[in-house]
């Protein structure tokens, strides 16, 4: 059996490509979601990787979880904190509930599930953690105060692990992504992606192999020198 890599958001969109591709290459990996059953079984069936339903915003459902996880199957070395939400609005419009749920479930969440397996790590002398952040995190982006700052908090966040880390063979690196062709974007209305995709040089959008790649990379034995970084992979959308 290969290192146990958990990925959140992990059965659909850039999660399910990164938990494609992580089995791919010999990893045991365990899919995380947050509400869809039927379509994590079909996941699941599809793919044959193991599913595990938990609100990565709770911190308490997280730690028993991954506390379940790792008495069944075995030890937590990759964690990859892709899971995430929009509520997208403008600060004048925009209430506390949207700002909340989406701060709780795209940072918030980085800290529970980190914080659940960092001992382990840290005991084992070796961890890869990968968090998932975004171009507007580092750009902003008129309408999604609350994703840009999450995602922003998620680049912060990678840096400061990472020191933390490096001393017990545990890397913490980030990517962000600009825009790729997952639901989420899809749901953009036509005319609108096509002004999004004359803004990215490369002249399309990311696909979620494009990021699973990445995560592939990073996560390797081999990988070891490579922490606190921030891949930006956007197409040249904005160069950071």
């Known amino acids: 059996m290969g290192r146990i ?14 938990s494609i591709m992580l089995k791919e290459h010999g990893y045991t990996v365990i899919a995380n979601y947050a509400g869809n059953d039927q379509a994590a079984q079909e996941f699941s069936e599809r793919t044959g990787i193991r599913t595990s339903k938990f609100d990565v915003s709770d911190f308490e459902s997280v730690t028993k979880s991954i506390n379940d996880i790792e008495s069944e199957i075995g030890s937590i070395d990759i964690l990859v904190n892709n899971a995430g939400i929009t509520r997208d609005g403008t600060m004048h419009r925009m209430d506390f509930e949207k700002w909340n749920a989406v701060i709780q479930t795209n940072l918030s969440s980085c800290f529970n599930t980190s914080r659940a397996v960092i001992e382990g790590m840290r005991e084992r002398s070796f961890g890869r953690i990968v968090n998932i952040g975004s171009v507007n995190g580092q750009a902003g982006q008129y309408g999604q105060v609350n994703y840009a700052a999450a995602k922003s908090g998620i680049h912060g966040f990678t840096k400061a692990l990472a020191q933390e880390g490096a001393a017990k063979g545990i890397t913490v690196n980030a990517i962000a992504p600009g825009y790729v062709e997952t639901d989420m974007v899809r749901a953009v209305p036509e005319d609108v992606l096509a002004k999004i995709v004359k803004t990215i040089p490369v002249g399309r959008l990311g696909q979620p192999e494009d ?27 904005h160069m950071y």
């Open 5 to 18: 890599a958990l990925v959140t958001g992990g059965t659909r969109g850039i999660g399910e490509s990164i």
């Open 211 to 237: 990021i699973a790649r990445s995560v592939l990379f990073l996560v390797a034995d081999e990988a070891g020198f490579v922490t606190g970084s921030t891949l930006s992979i956007n197409g040249g959308q």
